[in-house]
T-cell receptor, first 112, second 111 residues
């Protein structure tokens, strides 16, 4: 069974641009969540989707958004990029609440 | 890959020793807890989990202990190997499929 797949793995963007990151969950998993990881703040929850509905959202500005498609694949978007958005963005999937949550390898975003 | 685990508490052990990594969690309503291992440049890898109706769970070479009274988790790794060197995170599940992570501990295993 394939794991959680994230694309792209590495990308460099300029301040003010926007970026879209993609995540394909493990087959059969309907919950997809996103996390930001930085050296200073550690792993922080961004948002979680289940069956195309956002169920929970972390404490991030509105520049961070996401969506989930009917096939459970998910995308997250960051608009008007700032230097501080440089981070590893991790996607995780799960069959549903209370089940094991598995992570992808992440997308490394560098904002210059 | 880049490192995302700078300035973390570090545990240094010799190969073959037993390792114990501790973690305090914050939400007394959390009923599901997971330990992850993260190697440099990779995403967190599931190690073991435990539900709040248990106080101990064993896996292959790993044991997780849960003390709900003081909101404390520990991960014990038996016969630690160089391949166990990584950053270890505990995470609590406060609801839905979301996780709140601890700050992480870097485990360094010397041959």
């Amino acid at each position: 069974k394939a794991g959680v797949t994230q694309t792209p793995r590495y990308l460099i963007k300029t301040r003010g641009q926007q970026v879209t990151l993609s995540c394909s969950p493990i087959s059969g998993h309907r919950s997809v969540s996103w996390y930001q990881q930085t050296p200073g703040q550690g792993l922080q929850f961004l948002f979680e989707y289940f069956s195309e509905t956002q169920r929970n959202k972390g404490n991030f500005p509105g520049r961070f958004s996401g969506r989930q498609f009917s096939n459970s694949r998910s995308e997250m978007n960051v608009s008007t990029l700032e230097l501080g958005d440089s981070a590893l963005y991790l996607c995780a999937s799960s069959p549903g609440a209370g089940n094991t949550i598995y992570f992808g390898e992440g997308s490394w975003l560098t904002v210059v | 890959g880049e490192s995302v685990g700078l300035h973390l508490p570090t545990l240094s052990v010799q190969e073959g020793d037993n390792s114990i990594i501790n973690c305090a969690y914050s939400n007394s309503a959390s009923d599901y807890f997971i330990w992850y291992k993260q190697e440099s440049g990779k995403g967190p890898q599931f190690i073991i989990d435990i539900r709040s109706n248990m106080d101990k769970r064993q896996g292959q070479r790993v044991t997780v202990l849960l003390n709900k009274t003081v909101k404390h988790l520990s991960l014990q790794i038996a016969a630690t190997q160089p391949g166990d060197s990584a950053v270890y995170f505990c995470a609590e599940n406060p609801g839905y499929s979301t996780l709140t992570f601890g700050k992480g501990t870097m485990l360094l295993v010397s041959p």
